[in-house]
């Protein structure tokens, strides 16, 4: 096993590499975003020249006129596409399932199309009118109808560039992510062994199955069973990054036993796990450490009873888990200790702005915390 300096050693390192990766991505987004504008500046100062091209070989020599049909397309499109872009940011986390991203960008079409006719024509027209001419064109529904057409076919190409866009950010962002993840591991190692499965744990552990091994072996023995599978749970797991929500149960059920033991008349923990979360993947031990605050700041304190809940659920793709009981105070509106913004860091390592961890006072007594991640 290494060193406290090795593993400190390591997680500097890491740290450093997941910054150095960081700062790259970031450069590559600000590049593609560089290289998207000119690109979009390039486009139009094509079809405003492939307009013009047109309109004097039609014989024509007002040049201002195809040069403000183009222009003022240019202008509306880019307003309209920004706005766009601004109000359905929200649909990005979509990316995961491209037909319903299409689906989302393809409502916004009837919407796109109307403004677009709207606003392009009556700018002409303004522009006729302060020059003094007449701005003329076909009735209003063969204009709406091919205008709509072009739009349609302008947008859906649009549309396939931002996917690709926005698809090779996701990747960039998920393997920045995960190197962030895989430094906060190794800099929680450590702190894994020291203060998730903390010194005081292990000697009241011991403490409770002595004072009982001269009075019920087997109870003792149980005991002992459960100490060693908290322990191998903890080594097994300390690699890696994430776990089956199912294995993280087995570590947490094999503590709440010890815990209950140690507290026999004191406690009394419910569980209500649905069978569909089992296969969902959480942090490895995650839930021990927000059993352990309930413990330790809780029933420790008290000596009436005190109910734990713990349960876990599926909610719109996400994997929600409640833990709470009912005699638990918070020091301030969603407190955190240390391994709470250890696991927030961990969450945000893994799943960005997808994942959260709050701590929520009940009323009349009694403390909530919540985790939601993806599933």
Known sequence: MESSQQIRGGGRRAGRLAVHNCRMIRSSNRRTDLAFAAGWILFWLLMIAVAVQDYWRDGRSAVWEPVLWETSSAVVVTLLLVLQRRFSRRNDRLLHSPARWFLAQLSWLPALCVSFVVLVFALRHAVYAAVGAEYRHEPWGEVFVYESIKVVLFYAIFAAVLFGILSFRELAAEKERAQRAAALLRQAQLQSLTQ???PHFLFNALNTISSVMHDDVQRADALLARL??????????????????R????????????????????????????????????PVMSLQPLLENVFKHTVERRSKPVRIRIAARRDDGELVIGLEDDAGTL??????????????????????????LRLLQLEPAGVRTELRLPC
């Open 196 to 198: 998730q499965i903390q």
């Open 247 to 282: 294995l993280e149960l087995d570590l947490l059920r094999a503590y709440a036993q010890l815990m209950t033991e140690r507290f026999a008349d004191r406690v009394d923990i419910a569980w209500d796990i649905a069978d569909d979360t089992l296969d969902c993947r959480i």
């Open 228 to 245: 060693s599978e908290v322990l191998r749970a903890a080594l097994d797991l300390g690699e890696r990054l994430e776990t089956e929500l």
């Open 331 to 356: 020091a301030a509106p969603d407190a955190a200790g240390i391994g709470t913004r250890n696991l927030r860091e961990r969450l945000a390592a893994l799943h960005g702005g997808r994942a959260s």
